[in-house]
């Protein structure tokens, strides 16, 4: 079982990235997905989650406006598409995958519901 998170790089402020996250070895049709990153010297945080058909989202307040998730179930893939970069969104982020079906909200937060991690892709900024 693996999540193979892509699509980092080196941006200006003002512009944008996508990230995806292919999911390997089942299917993560029913999971909630979600991301996180960690910036340098600071704790990993949540900063957007999808239920498993899509028709639930949540997102940390820094981000809400600037990035949306979105998911593929076919492919097994989400995305996380971030608009209008700011140099404090530079972090190493990290797809995650929980087993349990459902709504996504202010739970999911934590970092302790997710099973299953990728290995991250560092998202730079420059001001």
């Known amino acids: 079982v693996q999540l193979q998170a892509s699509g980092g790089g080196l941006v200006q402020a003002g512009g944008s990235l996508r990230l995806s996250c292919v999911a390997s070895g089942r299917s993560f049709s029913r999971d909630v997905m979600a991301w996180f990153r960690r910036a340098p010297g600071k704790e990993r945080e949540f900063v957007a989650g999808t239920s498993w058909i899509g028709d639930s989202t949540y997102y940390t307040d820094s981000v809400k406006g600037r990035f949306t998730i979105s998911r593929d179930n076919a492919q097994n893939t989400v995305y996380l598409q971030m608009n209008r970069l700011k140099p404090e969104d530079t972090a190493v982020y990290y797809c995650?995958?929980?087993?349990?079906?459902?709504?996504?909200?202010?739970?999911?937060?934590?970092?302790?519901?997710?099973?299953?991690w990728g290995q991250g892709t560092q998202v730079t900024v420059s001001s």
């Open positions: 995650a995958a929980d087993r349990a079906s459902g709504r996504v909200g202010p739970w999911s937060r934590s970092a302790l519901k997710y099973q299953y």
